[in-house]
């Protein structure tokens, strides 16, 4: 059974950092690339970022460039979102996918796999 559970959000500061994981379990990272999106209140779930199966290749929204860093540990199965400078807008429920490429344009990133999310708030 294929699943994703994501952990790490929580309330930051505007300027802050936190990191997100995503374990996965089912399949293997080797095989699969992940993809975080995001999705604020009252608005449309968005790509943030992608990894591709072998790790080589990583793509982010404009919005996040600079500050958002993906990564994968394939031995432990996981994928991190480590996001630094983050601002109010940033704010929402994170996901981690399974996706079926990782694309350039993230926006348009097709996953099929999700987890439940975990809750991100930046605020003073």
């Known amino acids: 059974q294929l699943q994703l559970v994501e952990s790490g959000g929580g309330l930051v500061q505007p300027g802050g950092s936190l990191r997100l994981s995503c374990a996965v379990s089912?399949?293997?990272?080797?095989?699969?690339?992940i993809g975080w999106f995001r999705q604020a209140p009252g608005k449309e779930r968005e790509g943030v970022s992608c990894i591709s199966s072998s790790g080589g290749t990583t793509n982010y929204a404009d919005s996040v460039k600079g500050r958002f860093t993906i990564t994968k540990d394939k031995a432990k199965n996981m994928v991190y979102l480590q996001m630094r400078f983050l601002k109010p807008e940033d704010s929402g429920v994170y996901y981690c996918a399974a996706i079926t490429a990782c694309l350039t344009t993230v926006q348009t990133l097709s996953a099929d796999y999700w987890g439940q999310g975990t809750q991100v708030t930046i605020s003073s």
């Open positions: 089912g399949f293997s990272l080797q095989y699969r690339a």
